[in-house]
């Protein structure tokens, strides 16, 4: 039997998300569809993924909360806050993700949960014009609203813990300025005297989250919980920290396909990544500010797998571009083109081509479940700081990049991390053995 030191989940687990768009709405009605036996929660980890634990003769596969103890479906209690005022019902029915017939039988859940109004910073979004927006001092009294919300949350619902998940538009790129970013003290003063170039309005969510005793997830690529100021305030605080941007489509193929060039020593000149996309998502990232923080965060994840200093015969020169295009007609159903050029024996050159026709928000959801449940899981375990073992889910990870970590951006590497740290929370050993 094994022996974890892991806070069994007990209670309601409140779900706080900020942004109640295409992928929360698909989110929270494939959740209440399930706990009713209407849909299936597909590419859930946590709803579907075993994992061995033992070895030889002791081996067994077990769901996630056979091996530790976790919240399930029917603990959740969702919150949101948006810009625009339309409860959950609605928000899902213009999102045009779901069929009607998918979100009706659910429609009097949906409609209970009603946006509270968000901070927000219009140049941080400028292609949103919603109104249900605090009026607020500055990004200090915008942290004070935020924490006042949370407490209110729990206070009405009666949850015994609580997550708060990023899934808003996409900021603007906020670069890391070590003079505001970098300690918390700084952090903290840049936010009382209003300094909305440093401070998004992201930083005021996670601030407001943390300091409430919540896990923080960062579903979007913005700089938010990726700078030291916050890694401090959770370790002050105790809570575990995650980001950054879903891992959904392209990447994941990215993250998926480059460890089998990696693996069979072939070389890489080029990979060119495009797409259309035609939801608010592509809307907000069609302004240049906007795609910039999502291009740093495509960018990243070749760099890791295909190392050019450890094979320079290889990797040292390739070309590496992604693009978004934003194209109405398709809205959620993202289509996306990877042209990679590779090359083999003696230099001769190949290609391979990706056409991946997915749905953005059907590949997010079930993201979005298992970041929340595992972030639950990690506050429990005693975990704060930055959760590594959940880069499986993210495309950007987090690391400390102020003393050199590299990320993780394997996705095999990734999972093995994964399993890892849920054994370990369940009292079980870790190890990689070959299942
Ligand atoms: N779907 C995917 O595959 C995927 C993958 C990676 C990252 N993401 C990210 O997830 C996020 C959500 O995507 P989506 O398709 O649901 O977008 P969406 O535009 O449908 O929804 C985002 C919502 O956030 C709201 N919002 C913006 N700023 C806010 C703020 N400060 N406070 C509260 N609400 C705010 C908007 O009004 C909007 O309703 C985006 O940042 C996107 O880049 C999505």
Redesign the pocket.
């Known amino acids: 039997m094994s022996k974890s030191a892991t806070k069994p989940a007990e209670g309601k687990l409140g779900v706080l998300v ?9 989110f929270m009605t494939g959740v209440l569809m399930a706990r009713k036996g209407l849909a299936k929660p597909v590419g859930s980890m946590t709803q579907y993924d075993k994992i061995r634990v033992g070895k030889g003769n002791d081996k067994k596969y077990l769901m996630y909360k056979d091996v530790v103890s976790m919240a399930s479906l029917d603990d959740i209690v969702f919150g ?5 005022p ?1 409860n959950a019902y609605e ?1 899902a029915i213009n ?1 045009e993700v779901l069929k009607e017939k998918d979100i009706n039988p659910v429609k009097d859940e949906l409609e209970a949960i009603k ?1 509270m109004t ?4 219009r140049n ?2 400028k292609r ?1 014009d ?1 109104d249900n ?1 605090k009026t607020v001092k500055d990004r200090w009294d915008m942290v004070e609203q935020l924490r006042e919300d949370i407490r209110s949350f729990k206070a009405n619902t009666g949850v015994n813990r609580c997550v708060v998940l ?6 603007v790129y906020v670069p890391v300025n070590e003079k505001v970013h970098y300690k918390l003290a700084d952090l903290e003063a840049a936010m009382k005297a209003d300094d909305k170039e440093n401070i998004a ?2 930083m005021c ?1 996670a601030y407001a989250a943390l300091a409430e005793g919540c896990p923080f997830i960062m ?4 700089t938010t919980v990726d700078i030291p100021a916050m890694w401090e305030l959770a370790e002050k605080t105790g809570m575990p920290i995650a980001g950054k ?5 392209q ?1 994941l193929v990215k993250s998926g396909f480059a460890p089998i060039i990696g693996t069979r020593m072939l070389g890489l000149s080029g990979w060119f990544s495009t797409n259309i996309l035609g ?7 069609d302004e240049p500010a906007n795609f910039r923080t ?1 291009e740093v965060s495509k960018l990243s994840t070749l760099e890791s797998i295909l190392v050019p200093e450890e094979q320079p015969d290889l990797y040292s020169n390739y070309y590496h571009k992604v693009r978004i295009n934003y194209y109405p007609p398709r809205n ?1 159903n ?1 289509e996306g083109w990877d042209n990679i050029d590779i090359f083999g024996w003696m230099g001769y050159p190949m290609q391979i081509k990706i056409n991946f026709l ?1 749905r ?2 059907i ?2 959801a079930p ?1 979005c479940l298992d970041l929340v449940l595992l972030s639950d899981l990690a506050a429990r375990a005693g975990r704060h700081g930055i959760q590594r073992f959940l880069s499986f889910f993210l ?1 950007s990870p987090m690391h400390d990049y102020t003393v050199d970590e590299v990320p993780v951006n394997h996705l095999f590497q990734q999972y093995t991390m994964l399993k890892n740290a849920i054994r370990e929370m369940g009292g079980y050993e870790a190890d990689e053995e070959i299942d």
């Open positions: 900020v942004g109640l768009g295409a992928v929360t709405t698909t949101a806050w948006d810009v625009y339309a928000s999102a946006p968000a901070a927000f910073d941080y979004a949103l919603g927006v990023w899934a808003a538009s996409t900021e309005p992201s969510y579903g979007a690529p913005n941007d879903f891992k959904t489509g990447t939801n608010r998502d592509g809307l907000v990232l999502k959620d993202k997915c953005d928000s590949l997010a993201l495309k």
